[in-house]
């Protein structure tokens, strides 16, 4: 009998605390709303021409935060920011493609690389994802394998790759608690196993929520846009300062990129 209580009991706390997370995240939803809309400013172009000779080809993929919304100006998109960064180390023209998409979950990246043109063949992808996964509760098992699929299919086309791991969703502040503490959690857990992916497929790791993380939770007013949910210029200004050194090493230009986080500047 007792036996019996006692799992009706932990029945009944699941069923609450599902109803409870539920809830939370149709809040969460209607505070974040869709203030920038869907359409990301097109940075697509040859960035820093004034360095003459061929382009360098840059390939950005991934859901909105590779597709650089909440930019107010296309400079200031994760694409064009890592292009101005690659091109000014290089002393070259970078020529930037971004067919990354809002919205995007890992196994969109399959979709994205196939609207890539006949001949294409980037030097370098930036992939950044997962974000969408989390809060579609995609297994990160199933999440992975469409990483790992996108990577292999880029090392075909003869483009190293960069990989921005999930971001720390507990920097959301409009989101509740405990819904917000579960979304951290499970934000790590896909990020440090997009990692190990990602080293075992041959491309360049980066932890988005070790470099950057920080940054978002003490500096929410300025490292994040209008919906406080997507990064602002200055938000993606950092997150491009952490992506630049692995995309130059991913193409041999350094010997080692700085594991630690970005640091501050004034």
């Known amino acids: 009998m007792a036996v019996l209580a006692a799992a009706l009991a932990a029945a009944v706390a699941s069923a609450v605390t599902v109803e409870l997370l539920r809830r939370q995240a149709a809040l969460a939803r ?71 998409v809002v919205g995007s979950e890992t196994a969109a990246l399959a979709a994205q690389l196939d609207t ?34 996108a990577l292999d299919r880029l090392h075909g086309l003869g483009s190293v790759a ?30 440090a196993a997009q990692a190990v992916a990602a080293r075992a497929a041959g491309a360049h790791p980066v932890s988005l929520a070790e470099v950057v993380g920080t940054f978002f939770v003490d500096h929410p007013e300025e490292a994040f846009s209008l919906d406080r949910f997507h990064p602002s210029a200055l938000g993606y200004r950092r997150t491009a300062q952490a992506l630049v050194p692995s995309v130059l090493r991913a193409l041999d230009e350094v010997d080692e990129a700085p594991p630690g986080p970005v640091p501050e500047r004034p």
Request: hydrophobic share 40%.
């Open 30 to 100: 209607r505070r974040i709303g869709k203030a920038l809309g869907e359409e990301p400013l097109a940075a697509d172009r040859v960035w820093r021409k004034k360095y003459g000779g061929e382009p360098l080809d840059l390939l950005v993929v991934g859901d909105s935060v590779a597709a650089g919304l909440g930019a107010d100006r296309r400079k200031d998109t994760l694409g064009a920011r890592i292009a101005r960064g690659v091109a000014t180390a290089l002393h070259r023209p970078v020529r930037l493609r971004v067919a990354a």
């Open 116 to 149: 890539l043109p006949d001949g294409y063949r980037p030097d370098v992808t930036v992939v950044v994802v997962g974000g969408n996964d989390v809060t579609h509760r995609v297994p990160t098992a199933v999440s992975v394998r469409h990483l790992v699929e």
């Open 162 to 191: 960069v990989v921005g791991t999930c971001p720390d969703l507990g920097a959301l502040r409009p989101v509740p608690q405990p819904l917000r503490a579960l979304g951290a959690r499970a934000s790590r857990q896909l990020a």
